[in-house]
């Protein structure tokens, strides 16, 4: 089943920001430039762009292969011919953990899962760097599952 299932490889960064560490000097710039919503106690500042933005090891074909061997067509969107894109959000630290994962569209059936279990399992990623430092970088990316 793992063959019925196609990702957009080079649409892997649809979006992305990077965030810097709330303590650090260039967060102080950003409330000049950034509207900080009054609604929200864990409002993190970001940057819209890194001066190097995070990579998975091996590159995005590597990427692209280890989510191909990794993910898994969910049985029930399999048997009811179940198709459609899950857009997933997550952060790369600034270590190259994943975290913060969440679908931002989602197809159910078990899909939205899928998609959530392989970036579970995923390796550390090289960090973004800004300034010389690491820095923690918001990425979205859609994994399509598709029957053929």
């Not at 793992?2 to 920001?17: G, M, Q, V």
């Not at 000097?25 to 940057?47: G, M, N, W």
């Not at 995070?54 to 280890?66: L, S």
Request: glycine residues 6%; hydrophobic residues 40%.
């Amino acid at each position: 089943m793992k063959t019925l299932i196609i990702l957009y490889a080079l649409s892997i960064s649809l979006s992305f920001n990077a965030f810097d560490p709330v303590d650090s000097p260039s967060a102080q710039d950003l409330s000049e430039t950034t509207a900080i919503p009054s609604d929200t106690a864990e409002y993190i500042p970001f940057f819209l762009f890194a001066d190097q933005l995070p990579k998975y090891p091996g590159g995005e074909k590597e990427m692209v292969r280890f989510i191909q061997e990794s993910i898994e067509y969910p049985e029930l969107a399999y048997s009811h011919g179940h198709e459609g894109t899950v857009v997933v959000e997550f952060v790369v630290e600034n270590d190259g953990r994943i975290t913060q994962m969440k679908i931002l569209r989602s197809v159910g059936l078990g899909c939205d899962e899928a998609a959530l279990a392989v970036f579970r399992k995923m390796p550390r990623w090289q960090p973004a760097l800004q300034g010389g430092r690491n820095i923690a970088v918001r990425y979205v990316t859609p994994v399509k599952f598709s029957l053929f």
